[in-house]
Each structure stands twice: as C-alpha cells, then as structure tokens.
C-alpha cells in the first residue's frame, strides 16, 4: 500500500499547476480544522511536506499567520522528532525534508498545541494513519491529549489501512476535499 501510494504521488507531482490548486485547497481546509478545534492563535505543530507530499513548500509559512507558534519536527538518527519553532530559517535535514534550524526540543512541546498536523500516507475509515514505516509520528504522538489531523489526497482516504497495536489514530482528515472529523 506504501508503494501503491508513493507512486501515485511522484505521478502527480509532475502536473504542477494541479498539485498547486490541491496543495492550496489543503492549506484552506487545515485553516478550517484549525479553526474547528479552537486552534487559531494557538501553538500548532505541522510538517514541511517534500515536494509529492499534500501542502504546498510554505505550507509551515502559510499556517504561521493564523498560528501563535509553528512547531516543525526534526528526524534524528534514532527514529526519534525532534521539534523547533518556524521562524522562516529552514535548513536541509535529514530523509530530503527541510528542518528548521532554531532549538531544538522534544516531543513534550507538543503538548502545548491546540493542534498536530501530520502527514501521512492513508488514512482509513476507522482513522488510522499510515505513515512511512519508521514510526516517528506513532512515537511523538503516544500519549498525547492534543487533537491529530493527518493530510492526505482524496484517494489516500481509504477504506482500510494496515496498522499495529502501537499506531495512533487521528482525530481528523485533512484532504483537498474539506476537512472530516472522527
């Protein structure tokens, strides 16, 4: 299913303008999720998605105007995130995705966001995500009582996704389509 869904994203990247209006609907319909679970103004945590990921390449930037502070994960070598406030200073990192490059906290700051906005592969009718296989996000998200919207593309949103016992489940969708709540 990871492979089914990475090639179908690396396909579509390559009609820019349509991956541009997605990505901006994306950004419209996070704004709306945001607003739903009372987290404008507030401190969120979301993700500088690579360039077949849904959200645009300032999708962090966009998300700042309506957000106190912008919490971006940090993939260090032990399959651990780390995370650091946006502050426009974006550096290479680790796996091809950009990182911020200020402090660098751990997982707890994320109990200070009204929201988490994490990326993912699919996510099913039972709202569970499926992420890459390293279980970063599974292991940031691990009790944490702080509502979770993962963002995919419509047909990411699946029927079922395979998923352990350890795997977190999302309190929300986030697709070009709108924005669905479990």
Not at 6 to 33: F, S, Y
Not at 95 to 118: D, K
């Amino acid at each position: 299913m990871r492979q089914e869904h990475v090639g179908a994203r690396k396909r579509m990247q390559t009609n820019a303008p349509a991956k541009a209006e997605l990505d901006q609907t994306i950004v419209a319909h996070t704004r709306a999720c945001m607003a739903h679970f009372g987290a404008l103004g507030r401190s969120i945590a979301a993700y500088n998605p690579l360039p077949s990921e849904p959200g645009p390449r300032d999708f962090a930037a966009q998300l700042a105007a309506d957000a106190a502070t912008v919490w971006l994960p940090i993939s260090l070598a032990d399959g651990v995130l780390a995370w650091a406030k946006y502050d426009g200073s974006i550096g290479a990192g680790a796996l091809g995705i950009t990182e911020p490059t200020g402090a660098r906290f751990n997982s707890n700051v994320l109990r200070s966001c009204g929201l988490i906005i994490a990326p993912a592969l699919a996510v099913d009718q039972q709202y569970m995500r499926l992420g890459k296989g390293a279980g970063y996000y599974d292991r940031a998200l691990t009790g944490l009582d702080v509502p979770v919207a993962a963002v995919v593309f419509d047909d990411e949103f699946v029927q079922h996704v395979p998923h352990d016992s350890h795997d977190v489940a999302v309190d929300a969708v986030i697709t070009p389509s709108g924005f669905f709540v479990r």
